[in-house]
């Protein structure tokens, strides 16, 4: 029991000095946080950089009561309930890209995955002609392949059917 205490202060203790952290940045830089400069309103103090950005007392109060240890103010607690949000989506965002990255490429056969042998013997159950046909819309190198697989009669035939030139070509 004592160590789920000290897991759950040590967390919170560690979020704090985050939002600590994050809201003594934001005073600093609030254009990190797409805060942008408005003239000073009632309510507001204005910083003493060179920025001259006006930043809430509720702002500055939250600093306080975090350095003290007190409670979040409303304010806070929604910038700090919209980081979470965000940092959830890309969370998602990456998780499917890993999904995505992770799963297997279907239906897609590079040259080197294709069963070559199945296609061939497909090729050599059919007659010269119309193989020769076929093959004559394949790749030099795809015909190749498909030759190599054949019986060196059943090829020939093939070949003959083929333009003299690109018989040549494949043989090479």
Not at 26 to 36: D, H, I
């Amino acid at each position: 029991m004592k160590t789920v205490i000290l897991i759950v202060a040590g967390s919170l203790i560690s979020f704090l000095t985050l939002l600590l952290i994050g809201l003594v940045i934001l005073n600093a830089k609030p254009e990190y946080f797409g805060v942008v400069a408005q003239p000073a309103k009632p309510g507001h103090v204005a910083t003493t950089d060179s920025t001259k950005h006006s930043v809430p007392d509720s702002v500055r109060a939250g600093v306080a009561q975090v350095s003290a240890g007190q409670a979040i103010d409303h304010n806070d607690s929604l910038l700090v309930s919209r980081l979470k949000q965000h940092a959830d989506s890309l969370e998602h965002q990456v998780d499917s890209l890993h999904q995505t990255l992770k799963s297997p490429a279907k239906n897609i056969v590079s040259d080197d995955q294709h069963d070559w042998t199945a296609t061939a013997k497909l090729m050599e159950s059919m007659n010269a002609e119309d193989a020769g046909k076929i093959l004559k819309q394949m790749k030099d190198v795809d015909v190749k392949q498909i030759l190599s697989k054949i019986k060196k009669k059943q090829a020939g035939k093939i070949l003959s059917v083929l333009d003299p030139n690109r018989a040549a070509r494949i043989l090479r």
